[in-house]
């Protein structure tokens, strides 16, 4: 309902209506107290008449959540609700009228302030007035004038034992005229009351911002740097965080798909409304010369001097001193502190800050910049990234006249921009650029004014934007000079055909650059000689690739570069890993972080940090491994190295499959495969797709391949005979294995395996990953001559690599299946025990619990079922906690050795009606039967049984019926 009053004061409606939060249907199946950011402010109570609540923080810090959260609340419990919104700006005592109003009181107007309140507490009190409320929400205490504010507060401390709940917000502002202002004296107050209780608004941490991008847009869409930024542009305020969600899910889906990939910064986005009219508040009530000096410090975005601040407003001293004074009394400044203890300010709130310097005229924006570009330019020393890309912007945005330097410095901040994987952005600045080039030659669009270098620079942002058509549109209409400017273009070209997965056109584009007389400054050179050396590793040609690195280190090293000699080490470690020389990839990547540190480069450290713990992971222990994987990992997403990030990602998913973690190995890989796709990385993606697959399989749920990912299986191209290809090889197998289908299995096996033989180098996935495999499908055939053929290519091939402890590991268990499956018990007792040591060494504990399974089988097949109890035991209890659907062959081989498996607990997993419908179900009803039986429609049944075969991991009401004498009663 809606209250008339004077001046249109407040705003009352009754809800009736069920809030739903933003984003709610991505999150359904999240615990709410997970999943709802509110929640964390509230005490354990309900609403109760006689009780108030104060809600105090900074603007935006989350008073509209925690409300919407408490209203949620209160209408489970039935309770009715109403709402107050405090207008500022408002004569006195309308407030206290309005109130009085929804409470049933009468003729208050000429009442004095004392009688007023008297008479709003008798209301409340009074039993039998009219229809009201049961909880009463008032929103925004701060912009009270002192009348009203001193009767809400007597109200809100001493509230009247029988009357309506009052639940209240308050923000800090400033001391303004007759405007109540103590919040401080308030809490005091309402901390000594009996019936008030507190709840004090922080900052989300980034983990908290985290949850609740999640809950909008779903899991792993978001990039960690997007989250950081939000967290950088909010303040961590909870109602900041969910308005600017709500402003990103309002944008059209290519910028919305660049601003959660951070390809784009969030200056994409609008500011919120709630936000923008919190900022033009704060702006009428400052001067224009302050406005003036919150526009010059948002637009030089960093912390500024006074000295800065001069020259960026062109102010005298003193109208600075009073503008920095009133910016600070409005909270919208504070201090920082610059290298040497110079003392600097910035912006506590960069979205209010971007909504007054949006508000500010065009005019006065761009003398802000063209007077930021000046002073960056005359700093005399070198910039540094940030800099850089300020300066870039400033010139930009500040139609700064471009000669040759300052169309190299926007050069060198869109290099910037790339290198910190902000391609849209560079792309903007880039065309921007191109726009204010051309203007002078309009009669002539058909030539890009940009330099060359440049050109090619833009056709990257493209590519790396999934927009290839346009990459090579640019650079077709390009005219490049002769010199360096050719590798530049060649190099483009060459990396998009890597990106579509043409590798020997790829080639094609770099040979005569890394093989001729190469023009071009030497980094240029040195970086083409990594990326051609990748190209000829996923050729097969593996010699011709480690020639090529190791002319790329050489020349690094001649040049004196530690960060490339670094890099090159990094792209040459790949290569040996890959072929099986271990001990030799171990040096090299130890070789490769030592440079790196000394380099300096964050990315240049992430990268040779995840190679050191990849290599560990093979070599010694996957726990010793990860542990450097997850620190690389942490410095790649500080310097926004995706690479790295996702390659990090991958090995942890992969770790937590081999500790049994399932669930978190898919929400690692999930967030993985959203990052690379935001990112556009094509050749990436199948590796999380096809552990996603896999993780199915192993939980019996095996889906439909993806798209797109085992194109080359048709042999028209070998996408990726690495890891993509190895992974997707792997799901497969998995798949087929899940749906007893081993000869499949073995013809997927075989396949890539000849592949992987005949090119060459691929020596660490056929020891680890291929023929132990090819030997498994072709022994769960039954055909020991195709098992004993892969047994004879897995020695050969471990003869021409290292001996390292995974590959014995694995060649042991291989060997000993082998061996049980020629019933050699006493060979197959020896290689099983000696590969169960040496994984539980390693740390893969997967696999040692499937030597385990296979140390069981042995026993019950050479006649000593009693010896096998102990082992199904461990297996049966790892494979249940994973929910992994291999507990079922447990299961089985209890039965061959002669004992009842264990309890199927169903007192944690299923409800009472399902245990019901597991009861009749397993007397032969139907679901129809079952329904009529129970009362409940058809549907309703299928639902539950669904459900019970998924809690328990089962197929069919075969395989219940065979486990409902083993499951434990509730």
Known sequence: MRIRCSNDVVLIRTVTTTYVAHGAHSAASAAPAQRDPAARYLPDLELASG????????????????????????QQAGQTVAWLWVTPERPRLMFALALGELLGAEDLDSLEVTQIARQLRRAMRDPFAGPRPDVIFIHGLQDLPAD????????????????????????????????????AGLRERALRGQRCDV??????????????????????????????????????????????????????????????AGSRTLDAVPVPAAVRERALQAARRLSADDRLIASALATWAEPASIEVIEQLTALPPSAIEHGVAAL???????????????????????LVARAIYQDTSPLVRGRIHRLAATLLE???????????????RHCIEGGVPMDRARVAQVGASAR?????????????????????????????????????????????????????????????????????TDVYGAMRRARDRVALGQHREAWAIYEPLVTGSNPGSEPLIIQTRMEAARVLQTLGRIDEALEQSAQAIRESRQMGSVRLSALALVSRHSML????????????????????????????????????????????????????????????????????VSWGGIRQATALLEAGDLDGAERVALRVMHLDSGLHRRRAIPRSTSLLRRISALRGKPGDPVHGVVDHWHGTERLDMGHALTSEVIARFTEQMAGRDPEGAYETISTVVGWFTEAGGRARFLLLELLPRQIYAAIEMSDLEAAARAAAALEEVRAGADDFALARAQHRHAMGRLARARGEWAQAYVLLDEAEAEFQHTGYEWRRIEVLKDIAKTHIESGQPERAVPLLDQCHRFFTAAGAAERRGVRSLYTLAGRRPPRLRASGDLSERELEVVRLANRGMTDAEIALELRIKRRTVTTHMHNILTKL??????????????LEPS
């Open 51 to 74: 009780r108030s609540m104060l809600i105090l923080g900074r603007r935006g810090g989350g008073h509209r959540a925690v409300l919407q959260a408490i209203e949620r609340r209160a």
């Open 148 to 183: 009203d504010a001193a009767i809400l507060e007597d109200l809100l401390c001493l509230p009247p034992s029988d009357g309506p709940a009052l639940v209240a917000t308050a923000s800090a502002r400033r001391m303004d005229g007759n405007r109540w202002h103590s919040l």
């Open 199 to 260: 709840v004090q608004l922080a900052p989300l941490s980034q983990d908290d911002v985290s949850t609740v991008v999640e809950a909008s847009v779903g899991p792993g869409v978001a990039t960690p740097r997007f989250v950081r930024d939000l967290v950088e542009q909010t303040g961590g305020l909870l109602d900041d965080v969910q308005d600017c969600l709500s402003e990103i899910e309002a944008v059209e889906p290519k910028t919305r798909r660049e601003v959660l």
């Open 328 to 350: 600070s009394g409005h909270g919208l400044i504070e201090e920082a502190r610059l290298p040497g203890s110079q003392v600097a300010l910035h912006v506590r709130s960069p």
């Open 378 to 392: 005359s700093l005399g020393r070198p910039l540094a990234t940030s800099e850089n890309v300020a300066l870039g």
């Open 416 to 484: 910037q921009l790339v290198a910190r994987g902000r391609f849209a952005e560079a792309r903007m600045q880039l065309l921007d650029l191109e726009r204010q080039l051309r203007e002078p030659h309009e009669t002539d669009p058909s030539n890009l004014a940009l330099p060359p270098d440049l050109t090619a620079l833009l056709a990257e942002t493209f590519s790396r934007s999934g927009e290839l058509e346009s990459a090579q549109a640019v650079l077709s209409h390009s005219s490049p000079e002769p010199g360096a």
């Open 577 to 644: 890993l890959m072929s099986g020389r271990t001990t030799e990839a171990l040096a090299t990547a130890r070789d490769a972080y030592s440079l790196a540190r000394q380099s300096h480069d964050r990315a240049a450290v992430a990268r040779a940090t995840s190679i050191v713990g990849t290599t560990l992971c093979d070599v010694d222990s996957l726990h010793r491994g990860m542990r450097w994987v997850r620190r690389a990992t942490w410095l790649a997403e500080v310097c926004d190295d995706f690479p790295s």
């Open 953 to 966: 991991g089962l197929h069919s009401r075969l395989e219940l019926r065979e486990a409902a004498s083993t």
